[in-house]
């Protein structure tokens, strides 16, 4: 009973994530695991040691047949908030630190990806950044366009400018 509620749990976190990301653990101290919990909580997500058996039961059940790969060895699951980058790039600083955790891949709104793709998801700058990005790269034409009418508009002026005051100098 317990283990097909942990299932049933399993299941439902599989569903209902945006992203996870599945390390392998060996060698980490049980500090260590605690201080990656932490800094995993503080980035929105939450992680969870899983028996491979169990893992695999849950995948085919929530239809991730392709992850089963992934659970193998000692398992940690990370299910991602509403932040996806955050927690890789939690899990990437900490194994800079802590060269046992290994990230093996993940699910990835729907897909799988291997770990260089969540070593690459790391890399990305803020949200806040890449929207800036955006915004400037959208702006730049529009600037441009306003910087030549404006030209036009004050060429227009001036030459208005200068046909009254030949006029009023022949006057």
Not at 13 to 38: H, I, K, N, W
Not at 67 to 93: I, N, R, Y
Not at 149 to 157: D, F, I, K, R, W
């Amino acid at each position: 009973d317990e283990k097909q509620a942990l299932v049933d749990e399993v299941v439902t976190l599989l569903a209902d994530a945006g992203a996870l990301y599945v390390s392998d653990y060996r060698g980490l101290t049980v500090a260590e695991m605690t201080e990656l919990r932490g800094k995993l909580r503080a980035s929105g997500a939450t992680v969870r040691v899983l028996k491979n058996t169990l893992a695999r039961i849950a995948a085919e059940r929530a239809g991730c047949q392709a992850m089963l790969p992934l659970f193998s060895g000692p398992t940690a699951v990370t299910f991602c908030g509403e932040d996806l980058v955050a927690p890789a790039k939690a899990l990437a600083e900490f194994a800079r630190a802590h060269a046992e955790l290994q990230v093996r891949g993940g699910l990835l709104q729907g897909g799988v990806v291997d770990a260089a793709a969540v070593r690459a998801l790391a890399t990305l700058p803020p949200r806040e950044v890449l929207v800036g990005r955006v915004v400037g790269t959208i702006a730049a034409p529009l600037s441009g366009l306003l910087t030549v009418l404006q030209g036009t508009v004050s060429g227009l002026a001036r030459a208005l400018q200068q046909i009254a005051d030949q006029k009023a100098a022949a006057a």
